[in-house]
Each structure stands twice: as C-alpha cells, then as structure tokens.
Nanobody, 117 residues
Framework: QVQLVESGGGLVQPGGSLRLSCLAS??????????MNWYRQAPGKQRELVAE???????YYADSVTGRFTISTDNAKKTVYLQMNTVKPDDTAVYLC?????????WGQGTQVTVSS
C-alpha cells in the first residue's frame, strides 16, 4: 500500500527558507521509477501543481515558484524534498506530496506552510 507522509511545514517570515520532506513507502519497484509531485492548496483556491520530478531527474516548476523552489529526491531514504527559498505570503498553503501508481493517484495528508511576519 502506497503511503506518503509530509513533514517540515511551519511558520516562516517572508524572504525566509523552509524544506519540506515527503517519506514514500509501498511504491512498487522504487521511487526512482515514479513521477513525484508537490502540490499546494490555499484556502478558497484550487489545488495547484508546484513541482514535479521524474525518475531520470527531469523537473518541472510552476511559474510562480521557478527560481525559488527546488525539488529533489533521495531514493535510498525514499524521500522527496521541496526546498523553498525567498518565500512570499502567497506561498501560504497546505503542501501535499503526490504520486501516480498503477492508474491510481495517492496523496499525503499535507503539511501547512504559513508565510507571515
């Protein structure tokens, strides 16, 4: 059974940094064979794709975070990271890790990130 557990959220001041982690278990084969995603959902807004990383290391970023956020994986630790730099109040949201496995999409429970002074 696929399980995703996010951690690392919290309160951070504008301009600060935060690193989110997503521990993945139960993915057939290995995480390196999957496309791992970070999404976020702010109150009253649709869930949006923030960043994505493929098994061969290819990455995608939403325009709003390009140049500030970095997605990476540590396959030995079965963990995907989202390094968030120069954060802005608009980055405030619940951040969720996601992966598609065998036609089904799996989500973690999310971790709250609040950017405020």
């Amino acid at each position: 059974q696929v399980q995703l557990v996010e951690s690392g959220g919290g309160l951070v001041q504008p301009g600060g940094s935060l690193r989110l982690s997503c521990l993945a278990s139960g993915i057939p084969g290995s995480m390196s064979n999957s496309v791992m995603n970070w999404y976020r959902q702010a109150p009253g807004k649709q869930r949006e794709l923030v960043a994505e990383i493929t098994g061969d290391g290819g990455t995608y970023y939403a325009d709003s975070v390009t140049g500030r956020f970095t997605i990476s994986t540590d396959n030995a630790k079965k963990t995907v990271y989202l390094q968030m730099n120069t954060v802005k109040p608009d980055d405030t949201a619940v951040y969720l890790c996601g992966v598609r496995v065998s036609g089904s999409y799996y989500w973690g429970q999310g971790t709250q990130v609040t950017v405020s002074s």
